[in-house]
Each structure stands twice: as structure tokens, then as C-alpha cells.
């Protein structure tokens, strides 16, 4: 399942987002019954997302053909541009954050975007009104997914050589923008995108159906049993999933976006809307963010991309003192100036009476961490101790469940030089279906990365993982770390 990564599903919204959902007892609608994730329901309200149906037409010119994602505050959609004749991006802000939306980003306007390969740039604007209120809608070319769809656990990953090559491009493109005098604010997985080749833009409305199939759909059920408009849609519409097509639209070469948490340099913020796992040490304590937390957030996204695991994240990180924990379980203790930092009840740094920071006893060292990686197996079927077996010889069970079918299908040979799934993998006649002590147990038949490897990785990690921003290294000091190779994409822009 591919998301749009304009929508940014990890990344959600910045902290002064309020959408006025609804949970618990309010619940407006039935769960729906689709394989792959879908925007939240109970947002389609005033204020909230506009409804939208396949075939409808924007500007008079666009019509949706697809769904392409979701996050916190947007939809994305497909669309057939009537007056080029090509595909477009469509991305739809809920009603409450239409007026300012525009007005976050600082490098909207500015040439470093428009001149490299690196970066794109809404198209045009349109303002759509509709039954839930009145919605800025952007105009992008169409990208493929982000890269935290496609570095997962053991649902898929990315081939070692191809993750140094994308990251390569991440830290070239973040040298980029600090060479301007400019931040991101928001350097995460999800906010980077795999570009499309040209076959992609080449098919027409027949073609693209042909390729991936008709959406899937289901209706929106009201608990009211009452019609879900106007306010919401007759049905939901599952994204599109560019993996499903059996060839590889998928291009290597990655594009920044989602600029909405972008700042100049000179004049940083305290607070910034990045995920808790990817903030830098110095912005969970409530200090001004900096070119180096978008570093720190590069290394993340390192580790995520060679991994499929985030580094510093456990199920219940999701506030800057719980991201400290886990930072001083894999980087070592805060310095001093901040071990007396107070933070709310919400896990927020506060000037005002707060909880004191109270560290984990558990440490997992950033050393260990490498060394932990998991690579791919010799084979589809393999035994506890990696060696291969013969599938003739394998009787696995059938899936328990439709949803455990798929993850057990390869990716095709399209695909295979970029990606693998270890739950494609059968383990002693066993799947992986979700993790547990079971699959941990699974885990310790795949090989660990080269000890070669780990060493340059821990090198480079550690360079980034610094406590003192002063002290941490740039993006451009990195491009030229030998973890990342001799490709011919290195050579070519150092060159």
C-alpha cells in the first residue's frame, strides 16, 4: 500500500493544529473495510476534509481518477488534467487550516526549489468550496511513495545499496537548502519521495487503470444510518499502490517535500511540528532549532531507510520527553544544562512548574543498534539457521486471515533490486503475520549487515548523533562519508 507522501502521514500536523475530530462516544461512522489505511472519517466535518468523489472535476480541467493519499490535514488525489493532457497531484487542506497553510513555509517562493533536481513546487492554488467550508487546494506533479511506505520492519525494505544511494541524495539535498540560509523543520521519511519514471506520465486514463486496477472502495457507513452526506463521502477510496504494477515506475531519485514547517536560519523556532522520534535533543529541551536538528532528523532517517526501524522510538514515544528517553538509551546521558529541564503533563519542555526528566534504565548503545541490522536471506525459504531449503520440501499453513495473503507475495522482479519484504520470506514452514516473541525468534535467521558496513554506519551516525549542535557535523561534511560509496550519483554531483 503506497500513501501520497504530500499528505505525510508520520509527519500529521504542526502543534497548533486543532482539527475538531471526533473519538470515543462521538464516533460518527463505521470502521471501514478496506486492506490498506484510509484518512480519518470522523474529520469529514465542517472544518475538516471535503468530500470527494471519483470522477469529480476541479477548475473545470481536473478529474479524479485515484486516491493518492492522506494525512492529518489533506487528502491527495489523481487527477486527468484536461487542459495539459497530464497527471497532477491534487492536495485538498481540511477547511480550518486552508488560510494559513500557504503562509507557514518560508522557501515556497524561493529559486533554490524551482533550479534543483531535489525539490518541486505546487504548480498553481485553487480554492474549493464545499459543505465543510472553504479549502486551499495545490496543485503538484505526481510522485511515487515516501520512504517510510517502503522501509518498514518486516513488512519491506530496501536493499543496502539502494538505501545509501537515496540517503546520499537526502544529505545533497540538505546541504542544499543550508547553503541557502534555509531549514526544513520537518526532515523525516516521510517527506521524501521516490520520483516516477516517465513511463508513468506517458499513460493515459484507460492505461493507468489497466495497470493498477479500479479503486477499491466502501461505503461510508453512519451509525445514524442516515446518508453520510453532505458532509462526507457515499464511499471511501483506498490509495493507489504504485508496487502493484508488474513493472517498476519507481525511479531512485528522491524529492523533498511538504515545506510547511520551514524556517531561515536566523530566525528559528522553539517548537516545531516534526514527529517526536525525529526531534533533535536541543528542540525537546525547548531550545531554538537549528541547520543541525535538521541533521539530526537526516540521521534518523539514515537509520530508517538501512533499518526499516526507527532509532529512537518505542510504542509510546510520542512527546520531546519521551523522545529524550530514548535518546539517552541508545547516545548516553543529556549534558548537564539539561537534565534539569521541566516538562508538562503532556511531555512538552515548560518554563513554568513541571515533572523533572527522568531517564530509562535500559540502554540499547548506538553500536548495537548497527549491529543488529537485519539483510536480506539467501532465499524465500530458508531454516532457523539461515541456510536455504527446498520449497518442495516446505508445507507452510495457509494464511489464518485474507489480510495475511499479500505480505506473503514477493515483490516482483521489477522491484527486486531496490526491495524485499522479510514477510515474504517462510521461516521453518512459518510466515511472518505480526511481530511477537514468535517472530523475534524468526528475526535471528536472516543475516546482520557486514561488520564492514557497521563501522562506517556507527562512524556516521555518530557524527550526526552529537548532543552540542555547535559540535555536530553538516550536511555538506557528510556527503563525502565512505559509508555511502563510490555510486556514480556521488561522483557526478561532488564532481
Known sequence: MALD????????????FSLQTSFGDDLKYFPYQLRGECEDLEAYEPGGFHPVHLGDTFDGRYKVVHKLGFGGFSTVWLARDSASDKWAALKIVVANESSTYETRSVVSDRSVLLESEFFDVAARKLWIDGPNGHHLCLVYPVLGPDLS???????TRFKPESAKDLMLQAAQALSVLHTEGLCHGDFTTSNIALRLKD?????????????FGRPR?????????ESPEPHAPRYIVEALDFLSSSSNLLSERICIIDFDQSFTATSAPTKLGTPAKYLAPEVAVGEHASPASDVWALGCAIFR???GEDLFFDYDTNCPADVLRQIVKTVGDLPDRWKETQFDEDGNPTKDQGEPFWALEETRPLKDRVHEILDESQGLFIDQNGAPQDPAVVDPAPPQFESDGPPRVPYTEAYSGMLWKPTAVCVDGGYFVAYSDESDEMLKAFPKIAESEATQLVDLLSKIFEYDPAKRVEAKELIGHPWFGHSQRKRKRVD
Open 149 to 155: 511506505r517502503l522501509s518498514k520492519g518486516i513488512y
Open 5 to 16: 507522501p504530500r499528505a505525510k502521514v508520520e509527519s500529521e500536523a504542526p502543534p497548533d
Open 217 to 225: 472502495t466502501d461505503p461510508v457507513r453512519p451509525y445514524s444510518e
Open 305 to 307: 531507510v538501512r533499518s
Open 199 to 211: 513511463d508513468f506520465h506517458s499513460f493515459n486514463e484507460e492505461k493507468l487503470l489497466q495497470v
